[in-house]
């Protein structure tokens, strides 16, 4: 089983414990994610402008997203 590791501040889905094994490249924790299957699609951006500011590597969102 994969470890899922989420980004998103307010996401509900979003562990609220801080993981153990993992931290971001500037020491801040990583939190995982409490669902056990996730889907993950690419952003709409049928004009290219979105990654042309983003960059290709955050070109994706996770569909399972639910504010708190």
């Known amino acids: 089983m994969a470890q899922v590791i989420c ?3 307010d996401c509900k889905h979003r562990s609220k414990r801080k993981l153990k094994n993992y931290k ?6 990583c939190y995982g994610c409490k669902l056990e299957v996730i889907l ?3 952003i ?3 004009d290219g402008e979105i990654e042309a500011v983003a960059g290709k590597e ?8 639910e504010s708190e």
């Open 58 to 65: 955050n070109m994706m969102i996770c569909n399972n997203y």
């Open 40 to 42: 993950v699609s690419d």
């Open 24 to 29: 971001k490249q500037n020491g801040s924790p």
């Open 7 to 9: 980004n998103v501040v």
């Open 44 to 46: 709409f951006d049928p």
